[in-house]
């Protein structure tokens, strides 16, 4: 009986002490996103059993098994894109290969601009530059003097056009020429810059680092530094920079340590948020609301057509105000990392756009005025690297670079022509104007009869295809040959600067329609119909088969 009753009394404690860790464990599941994004060790196990596949030249052609008429279409068609290549482009292809053996990153984004197993084949064929020599106005002039309409965006640093940069870095300079790189002692114009970044955060401190990546790594340090507690909450999908903890799953070799991957947007994240005592803070990245939950959209994973964007301001405003509630609830940190979207939106960034007030906010890009550069502004209590109570217990936090008087001169430069009645006119009916660009290429892709549209938040696109199809990445090929420059991550990320005239996105519209065309006139997209998860279904069977 005794006996009886300390085994209930022990099965009792160990299922008290057991339910809620089970339970809390169990809303930590029912939070993450269903897709592989949204489970970042089980991304990584899959990323790494997933086998190599390179297609030969039969199967390049008809991976979607097309009927023999299409694919002999394809073949010259491709012929004739890799003979333009070579003509037109041969100086920048030839110095780019030659650099590729020296220069890693080369290797790396030549070998990821397509979905893997066209990639060899791709590679071997058609070569493509990445050198220029000069830019002006919305154009990059590659080393054969061909002229190219930019919509790369310089990963997002050029928000104003380039000779703005170029003034600014002019201008920079000049303003710190009598100090030159001194490092360590401040320029005055450091100050100057603080008071203005602490105008436009509307937050109390500032520090300043090298890229977005180290902004971001100081954030969610000091947040865990104030709050004691572990954990960072990143929202699935967004990128934070390549640093371990913003960057779980594939491309960090370490499993994931102290990081919850949640889904953006959703009621079960912020029962998370509102239930564990371990969440220092959480990153908002707002490019996320373009496409939430869904990482960056580079062609290289552009196997069908299911692409799609859904950018809704209203919604995405009240998921920020909810998160806003739940961080203030719960002392959590809530951090925007504004490295990408800060001036773009809003002279005020994000905070501004959508009107929800965060703890801390990191820029980059292009508040460098063209420099490398990444600030953190902050309320107080969570810009402080010391505890006066106890002098050892630090925040470390250093860096050679930070402050570098030219850098500061381009950001002051850069604030300062913020402020102009000149840049003020182009936020000025900001969304309305790219949004009516946007309806302007749809329309004109829908009235041409292609399979293409674009999903818009502000100044940054994205391509999306309208009927399932295996060949959607050669579209970049095409938009290049028709001289519309892309980044290497291909048709899922345009990026205009704000100084686009009518004009200019004309020549947007006619090139990308006319690129369409010749790529529609190519078969590409005249593979047998099937679904997106058709598609999928087979590749995946390919892939594990290793055929090819
Ligand atoms: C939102 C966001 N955070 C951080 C970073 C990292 O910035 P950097 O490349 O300057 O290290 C990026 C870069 O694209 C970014 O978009």
Not at 508 to 516: I, L, N, P, S
Not at 526 to 542: K, N
Request: aromatic share 10%; charged share 20%; glycine share 8%.
């Amino acid at each position: 009986m005794n006996e009886t009753f300390v085994l209930s009394a022990v099965a009792f404690a160990v299922l008290a002490l057991t339910l809620p860790l089970a339970r809390r464990r169990l809303q930590l599941s029912q939070a993450k996103h269903r897709s592989l994004a949204g489970h970042s060790r089980m991304a990584k196990r899959v990323a790494s059993l997933l086998p190599g596949l390179s297609y030969d030249e039969q199967r390049f052609f008809d991976a979607d098994g097309a009927a023999a008429g299409t694919v002999a279409r394809r073949r010259a068609g491709f012929e004739q894109l890799c003979a333009l290549y070579r003509t037109r482009y041969p100086r920048s292809a030839a110095m780019t290969a030659e650099a590729a053996q020296g220069l890693s990153d080369l290797q790396f984004t030549g070998a990821y601009r397509v979905p893997f197993p066209f990639s060899a084949y791709l590679r071997q064929h058609l070569k493509t530059g990445s050198f220029v020599q000069a830019a002006s106005g919305v154009t990059l002039t590659d080393l054969d003097g061909n002229t190219f309409i930019d919509l790369t965006g310089s990963y997002g640093v050029n928000v104003f056009g380039m000779d703005f940069y170029r003034q600014t870095i002019a201008e920079g300079s000049a303003m710190v020429q009598s100090l030159g790189p001194v490092l360590g002692s401040l320029h005055p114009v450091v100050a100057s810059n603080v008071q203005r970044l602490r105008q436009i955060s509307g937050l109390d401190e500032v520090s300043f680092h090298m890229s977005g990546t180290e902004a971001v790594m100081q954030a969610v340090r000091l947040a865990r530094y104030h709050t004691r507690r572990t954990h960072l909450v990143r929202l699935c999908g967004a990128y934070h920079g390549w640093w371990e903890d913003v960057q779980p799953g594939p491309g960090n070799p370490l499993m994931p340590r102290q990081t919850y991957t949640l889904e953006e947007m959703d009621a079960d994240t912020l029962k998370v948020l509102r239930t564990r005592k371990d969440i220092a803070c959480v990153l908002v990245n707002p490019l996320q609301a373009l496409h939430p939950n869904k990482p960056a959209p580079g062609d290289s994973s552009l196997v069908d057509s299911s692409r799609r964007t859904s950018f809704d301001r209203e919604r995405y405003t009240a998921w920020l105000e909810a998160l806003r509630q739940v961080c203030t609830e719960r002392g959590i940190v809530l951090i925007f990392d504004e490295v990408f979207m800060g001036f773009r939106l809003a002279p005020g960034g994000a905070q501004q756009y959508f009107g929800v007030k965060a703890d801390m906010v990191t820029y980059g890009k292009t508040l460098g005025g063209g420099l490398p550069v990444g600030v953190v502004c902050g309320r107080k209590d969570l810009m402080k690297r010391f505890r006066e109570e106890r002098p050892a217990d630090i925040c470390f936090a250093r860096g050679t670079f930070n402050a570098h008087p030219y850098v500061m001169g381009a950001m002051s430069a850069f604030l300062d022509r913020l402020d102009s009645a000149e840049v003020h006119a182009l936020y000025d009916g900001l969304d309305a104007r790219w949004d009516a660009r946007a309806a302007q290429l749809n329309s004109a892709l829908q009235s041409a009869g292609l399979p293409v549209q674009v999903g818009h938040m502000s100044t940054v696109w994205t391509v999306t295809y309208t009927q399932p199809a295996r060949y959607n990445w050669m579209l970049q090929f095409y938009l290049r040959a028709h001289g519309l420059a892309l980044s290497w991550v291909g048709s899922g990320r345009l990026i205009f600067s704000l100084n686009f005239t009518d004009a200019d996105f004309a020549q947007v519209v006619e090139r990308f329609v006319a690129a369409g065309q010749q790529m529609q006139a190519d078969g590409w997209w005249d593979g047998p119909v099937q679904t997106d998860r058709a598609i999928r279904r087979s590749l995946m069977r390919e892939v594990f088969m290793r055929r090819g």
